[in-house]
C-alpha cells in the first residue's frame, strides 16, 4: 500500500527552530510537497521537492532523501503566526502529476 | 477576486436536500479538483477536470455529482446525503503541466448533514 507518516502534534516555542519529519513508502515518486494549513483555512503551498537535498525559502526549508523515503520541513525563527497544521504530500506518479497522496497533517502549536 | 473562492463557506443540510457547491479560479488555470476532508484523516481526492473533462473519479458515491462548464468554475452538486459525509470540502486549482503543478486550495466548504 502507500503511506505517508507525520508526527500528530508539536510543540515549539516563538523565536525557535522546528523541524517536522514526514517517511513515505509509496509505489512510485515523483515529487513531494509541504503545505501550510491555518484552522479554518485552505492549504497553502509552501515546497517542492524532487531531487535530494535542501530547498531553502526564507525562514521555511525543506529536505528530501530518495533512498530513505523521508523529507522534513524545517521552520527557523518561529513566530506566533506559524501555529497551523503542516501536511506533507507525495506525487507517486510521473505521468499523472494531478494525484497527490497526502499525510494527516502535522499540528505545530507556537508559544510565546 | 484572486486566487480561489468557494462559496456557501457553511452549509447544513438534511439527507433530502439538494444542495451545490461552487467553486471557482481566477488563476488561468486547467485543472480542478474536488477533496474532502475530515477529521483525522487525509485530504481524500473526490474528482480531477482537466480542460472541463473529468480524468479523475476516485470511487465517489453517486450521491455526489461534479460539473465543470468551463475551466474556471467547478461544482459539486449533493443530494441524499449521509451523516457521514459531513466534512470540509476543498477545490483547488493548478496549471496541469509537469512542470507547473503546485495546487491552490480554496477556503472550502464546511458541510454539516443532518
Known amino acids: 500500500g502507500q503511506n505517508i507518516d507525520q508526527p500528530t502534534e508539536m510543540t515549539a516555542t516563538e523565536g525557535a527552530i522546528v523541524q517536522i519529519n514526514c517517511t513515505y513508502q509509496t509505489s512510485g515518486f515523483n515529487g513531494l510537497f509541504w503545505y501550510q494549513q491555518h484552522a479554518g483555512e485552505a492549504p497553502t503551498f509552501l515546497s517542492y521537492?524532487?531531487l535530494d537535498g535542501l530547498e531553502e525559502k526564507g525562514r521555511f526549508s525543506s529536505f528530501l532523501s530518495r533512498s530513505k523515503g523521508y523529507s522534513y520541513l524545517l521552520l527557523k525563527e518561529l513566530q506566533m503566526k506559524d501555529s497551523a497544521s503542516y501536511l506533507c504530500a507525495v506525487r507517486g506518479s510521473r505521468t499523472n502529476n494531478r494525484k497527490l497522496i497526502w499525510g494527516l497533517g502535522t499540528s505545530l502549536a507556537v508559544n510565546p | 477576486e484572486t486566487g480561489v473562492t468557494q462559496t456557501p463557506r457553511h452549509l447544513v443540510m438534511g439527507m433530502t436536500n439538494k444542495k451545490s457547491l461552487k467553486c471557482e479560479q481566477h488563476l488561468g488555470h486547467n485543472a480542478m479538483y474536488w477533496y474532502k476532508q475530515s477529521a483525522k484523516k487525509p485530504l481524500e481526492l473526490m474528482f480531477v477536470y482537466s480542460l472541463e473533462e473529468r480524468v479523475e473519479n476516485n470511487s465517489v458515491p453517486s450521491r455526489f455529482s461534479p460539473e465543470c462548464p468551463n475551466s474556471s468554475h467547478l461544482f459539486l452538486h449533493l443530494h441524499t446525503l449521509q451523516p457521514e459525509d459531513s466534512a470540509l470540502y476543498l477545490c483547488?486549482?493548478?496549471?496541469?503541466?509537469?512542470?507547473?503543478?503546485?495546487?491552490?486550495f480554496g477556503p472550502g466548504t464546511r458541510l454539516t448533514v443532518t
Open positions: 521537492n524532487v
Open positions: 483547488a486549482s493548478s496549471q496541469d503541466s509537469q512542470e507547473l503543478f503546485e495546487q491552490y
